[in-house]
């Protein structure tokens, strides 16, 4: 669709330019075109550094499949084309990929952060929250469960068909339809041009609904659609129930003096209250950059151990390694007084806080209350960063196949409590906490007897 917006473009572009980049007044704002030359150097740039950096870019796609979505893009690649339709004409690729080596299309992608908050501040409206079945949608509040056919007159097929084009279905279905569901508005407006009033027809039903849509806040800040960047660590300390809860967003280094500080005082207000439960909540924690290993500390513990294998690329070809190596000293408190760790983990929970989280298990350091993660027990991770020369899209790559399977078994990290997560931030209150703490021991004898 946005494609053939171009194809209009393309006289004009060359009639007032002969240049690589031109500007041209394009439907009411200016935009900047790259060249066929421009764009094939971007897509030479981001298959040149997944062939150099990833254990196995064949993986999840087999060769051919992999070469045929290669063609298909550099075949369309004969006239000019602006930042966002480059992106997405190259954002199927991440069908072939991992989540660690992906187009930048989703939770931390310029346009979509950039639509949550280009929404909010104009106050507009977004599609209310869907849920989906098959290739089928309904609108979450729908009593009725009427299925939808159209949304301002461009039918769910054809919506549901771009969508699930740009991810991988040999991942983790539920992680994928959980994606799918939360970043619906965004894709609406920004690849579909449709937006508030939303002009809704339904399956087998004459009836024709118009819906102005919910608050941006009401439906991003469930969603997760703010980047976990927006958020510091946070603590909650309740002494009466002797329950203490620390929230942690992300692993990034630049957050790792925020959460150095928040940790400590943590740790002070644990020790001053005695608390004995101790909850870290990773349910948001799309993991980072760094390890997160100080957050281990948030209890005593022996020496940490983590055992995994690795498959790297290395100059004469893939290589694997089998690593069993101490991630943490002891740490003790000069009060000895028994504490309980709980974990809270769910779908947003992955990469390094999923790491983190069996680390924790192998360990026998806490319980892992929640939903299983998003980050499969085989997976590719490491990732490394990098930015097209001309256009400036990012990508990343993964530089290793990490391996867990010698401890699990599940194709995720189950938890060892199910509890149903409502994934808003910092949003566990203490008399849902308590009810953790009481369900664990109630799991808990009926284990011992």
């Known amino acids: 669709m946005i494609l053939k917006k171009t194809l209009c473009c393309f006289l004009f572009v060359i009639l007032i330019s002969n240049s690589a980049i031109a500007q041209v007044y394009n439907f009411g704002k200016e935009e900047l075109f790259y060249s066929p030359g421009q764009l094939k150097e971007d897509a030479d740039y981001y298959f040149n550094k997944v062939r150099e950096i990833h254990p196995d870019p064949y993986y999840y796609c087999q060769l051919s499949e992999y070469e045929q979505k290669k063609k298909d893009i550099y075949d369309q690649l004969t006239y000019p084309m602006t930042r966002e339709e480059f992106m997405w004409l190259i954002a199927p690729m991440n069908a072939c990929m991992d989540y660690h080596s992906q187009i930048n299309i989703s939770v931390y992608n310029y346009y979509i952060c950039n639509w949550v908050r280009t929404i909010?501040?104009?106050?507009?409206?977004?599609?209310?929250?869907?849920?989906?079945?098959?290739?089928?949608?309904?609108?979450?509040?729908?009593?009725?469960?009427?299925?939808?056919?159209?949304?301002?007159?461009?039918?769910?097929?054809?919506?549901?068909?771009?969508?699930?084009?740009?991810?991988?279905?040999?991942?983790?279905?539920?992680?994928?339809?959980?994606?799918?569901k939360r970043f619906f508005s965004p894709y609406l407006d920004i690849y579909f041009n449709i937006r508030s009033p939303y002009i809704v027809k339904y399956k087998n039903c004459n009836k024709i609904d118009i819906i102005n849509g919910i608050n941006i806040y009401e439906h991003a800040r469930p969603a997760g659609l703010f980047t976990l960047d927006d958020y510091e660590s946070s603590y909650t300390i309740y002494p009466h129930s002797s329950i203490?809860?620390?929230?942690?967003?992300?692993?990034?280094?630049?957050?790792?003096?925020?959460?150095?500080?928040?940790?400590?005082?943590?740790?002070?207000?644990?020790?001053?209250?005695?608390?004995?439960?101790?909850?870290?909540?990773?349910?948001?924690?799309?993991?980072?950059?760094?390890?997160?290993?100080?957050?281990?500390?948030?209890?005593?513990?022996?020496?940490?151990?983590?055992?995994?294998?690795?498959?790297?690329?290395?100059?004469?070809?893939?290589?694997?390694?089998?690593?069993?190596?101490?991630?943490?000293?002891?740490?003790?408190?000069?009060?000895?007084?028994?504490?309980?760790?709980?974990?809270?983990?769910?779908?947003?929970?992955?990469?390094?806080?999923?790491?983190l989280c069996r680390i924790i298990k192998t360990n026998n350091m806490g319980v892992l209350v929640g939903e299983n993660t998003s980050e499969s027990t085989r997976t590719f991770s490491y990732s490394f960063q990098y930015e097209m020369p001309h256009t400036k899209i990012k990508f990343s790559v993964a530089s290793q196949f990490v391996d867990y399977s010698a401890h699990f078994n599940d194709e995720t990290l189950s938890p060892d409590i199910y509890w149903k997560l409502n994934y808003k931030y910092g949003d566990f209150e203490e008399k849902e906490l308590k009810q953790i703490v009481k369900q664990w021991e109630k799991q808990n004898k009926t284990i011992q007897k």
């Open 120 to 180: 909010e501040k104009k106050h507009g409206k977004v599609f209310p929250p869907i849920y989906m079945e098959e290739n089928k949608l309904y609108i979450l509040s729908n009593k009725k469960h009427k299925e939808i056919e159209e949304i301002n007159g461009i039918s769910i097929t054809e919506i549901l068909t771009f969508i699930k084009s740009l991810y991988n279905t040999n991942l983790y279905a539920e992680r994928n339809y959980y994606l799918m």
């Open 244 to 355: 203490g809860i620390i929230h942690v967003y992300n692993m990034n280094k630049w957050f790792s003096e925020s959460l150095s500080k928040t940790l400590q005082n943590f740790r002070d207000s644990i020790s001053q209250y005695n608390i004995k439960y101790i909850f870290l909540d990773l349910s948001n924690n799309l993991g980072g950059n760094t390890r997160g290993f100080e957050l281990l500390d948030v209890i005593p513990h022996d020496t940490i151990y983590e055992s995994r294998s690795i498959i790297k690329k290395e100059k004469d070809g893939n290589k694997k390694y089998n690593i069993h190596e101490v991630v943490s000293f002891p740490y003790s408190e000069e009060k000895n007084i028994k504490k309980q760790l709980f974990v809270l983990q769910g779908i947003n929970t992955a990469s390094n806080a999923d790491y």
